[in-house]
């Protein structure tokens, strides 16, 4: 199949740009001295999973391990707090798949409950304890008492082992700049090591210690301490890791084909078949003054390929609509984009654009010819 027959929108992967970032990854964590369990929240994706990894990976749903299980990855961490009620699915997916799972938790009320159906089930789950970092969406605090007291809980249970601690700078993603995010990495790293430490003194055995998020993997200095690390976004990376300074645009992977619907020379406005669903509503990119100020949601480029477009975005999304504007002549405008003709749309957070799509369209740069698609995984449950 070539480009050109391909219905819109739809999800394309440059697949020597996702060669190229998966590899220097994987440099990454060589240098650094840790294994790359590498979150497959945002390819959701068998191929793309075997290019980043050969060993364990992280994930953020059921159905995601339910995926990933069926294509033969067996070490998973299941990065989302745990909570009761998803046990008997865990452990119907173990006895399914052969998988060797670790579970997130951070809160005395979510062990006791896990403990009581993973006994109820006869099953025993190996746990890790969220830490916070300094994000402040979950985990707790590395130096607190409650972290020795979660500790001692998770051991009371004869249906529960504790496997280690895990934190996620998330604060990364609003911090712009090489120096900024160095920064944020040393706490990451510091806040899980410290934790570690802590536990080892009072007696637990703690074989895992493990960060993640991609701007701290690209910008870490030093992961001494750490055994892990689990960037994810990496493999295909957005406008919104450029705008950060953590990749170039020329480094991302995933785009939007979208065709040319109409124009509208009331609004001087070019009408596309890709809206807020097809490129989703984020906009996170906007506003980082890292060299992509004003993207809208998502930039321009030609449907071959190549650079964004100058001065063209994707202004504004209705559900099915999106609406590209550029800076200079309307007639110009209209001329570059016929209709009929079709564009690829860079986006901002790929992890929400992708999330709309089964699969991908898989191209080498430069190449009308579809290589493959790529199936992906999709929903909550399996």
């Known amino acids: 199949m070539k480009l050109t027959e391909l219905s819109t929108p739809c999800l394309l992967l440059d697949l020597d740009r996702v060669e190229r970032n998966c590899a220097t990854m994987k440099g990454r964590a060589q240098a650094l001295g840790v294994a790359l369990r590498p979150h497959l929240k945002t390819a959701k994706s068998a191929d793309v999973a075997r290019l980043a990894t050969q060993g364990g990976i992280t994930v953020s749903t059921l159905a995601e391990i339910d995926y ?3 294509h033969g990855f067996r070490d998973i961490t299941y990065a989302v707090g745990i909570t009761a009620h998803k046990l008997d699915t865990l452990a119907e997916l173990q006895d399914k798949h052969g998988l060797s799972l670790s579970l997130l938790a951070d809160h005395p009320a979510t062990v006791n409950e896990v403990a009581r159906r993973a006994a109820q089930l006869d099953r025993r789950f190996a746990l890790l304890i969220e830490i916070d970092c300094g994000g402040g969406r979950g985990g707790l605090a590395p ?38 995010i160095t920064a944020v990495a040393e706490a990451e790293r510091a806040a899980a090591v ?10 637990f055995e703690i074989p895992v210690v493990s960060v993640g998020s991609t701007p701290t993997a690209v910008f870490a200095q030093d992961l001494s301490g750490v055994t892990e690390m689990r960037p994810g976004v990496y493999t295909l990376f957005d406008l919104d890791q450029a705008a950060l300074g953590v990749c170039k645009v020329d480094d991302i992977a995933a785009s939007v084909l979208a065709s040319v619907i ?8 070019v009408l596309i ?68 003709s079709r564009v690829r749309i860079l986006p901002n957070h790929v992890c929400m654009t992708a999330a709309a799509y089964d699969c991908f369209e898989v191209l080498r740069a430069g190449s009308p010819e579809v290589l493959a698609r790529w199936p992906r995984a999709g929903g909550w449950n399996p």
């Open 68 to 70: 990933f299980g069926r």
């Open 143 to 180: 130096d607190g008492a409650e972290l020795l007291a979660l500790a001692q809980l998770i051991r009371s249970s004869s249906h529960l082992r504790l496997h280690g601690v895990l934190t996620h700078a998330g604060q990364s993603y609003a911090t712009p700049g090489r120096q900024a």
């Open 194 to 203: 410290l934790a570690a430490t802590r536990l080892r003194a009072a007696g």
């Open 262 to 269: 109409g124009h509208n020379p009331r609004s001087r406005r």
């Open 273 to 340: 078949d890709a809206g807020g669903l097809a490129l989703s509503k984020d906009l996170s990119a906007n506003g980082l003054g890292s060299g992509t100020p004003d993207v809208g949601y998502g930039l321009v480029c030609a449907a071959e390929g190549g650079p964004p477009l100058a001065g063209l975005r994707v202004a504004e999304v209705h559900q099915e609509h999106g609406f590209i504007a550029g800076s200079g002549d309307t007639d110009l405008l209209f001329r570059q984009l016929p209709i009929g």
